[in-house]
């Protein structure tokens, strides 16, 4: 069975920064790309950012470009989002995702695996 971990949420003010970890654990018998969905109340749940199996792709939803950075580790099944100059728009909880595939993809349902999501205050 595949667990998907985040941790590292919290509540931060306005212009400060925040880490996001994620952790798969479980076997996983494919390549998988691993990424970040948020979702703020009232809302849609949205893409945030995404990294490919091999590093080569990264994407990100352009309200986070230039703020937001993923990355992986080296045992592919690490993937961390660092986010700085955070807004209160940046509030919701955040999800971690596994994917089906290698690549990244912006949509919700080509991701295998979710964690039960990490909640990111900012306050202003």
């Known amino acids: 069975q595949v667990q998907v971990a985040e941790s590292g949420g919290g509540s931060v003010q306005a212009g400060g920064s925040l880490s996001l970890s994620c952790t798969a654990s479980?076997?996983?018998?494919?390549?998988?790309?691993m990424g970040w969905f948020r979702q703020a109340p009232g809302k849609e749940r949205e893409f945030v950012a995404g990294i490919s199996w091999d590093d080569n792709s990264m994407e990100y939803v352009d309200s986070v470009k230039g703020r937001f950075t993923i990355s992986r580790d080296g045992a592919r099944n690490t993937v961390r989002l660092q986010m700085n100059s955070l807004t209160p728009e940046d509030t919701a909880v955040y999800f971690c995702?596994?994917?089906?595939?290698?690549?990244?993809?912006?949509?919700?349902?080509?991701?295998?695996?979710w964690g039960q999501g990490t909640q990111v205050t900012v306050s202003s």
């Open positions: 995702v596994v994917g089906a595939t290698a690549d990244v993809t912006k949509v919700s349902y080509t991701y295998a695996y």
């Open positions: 479980g076997h996983i018998s494919w390549s998988y790309s």
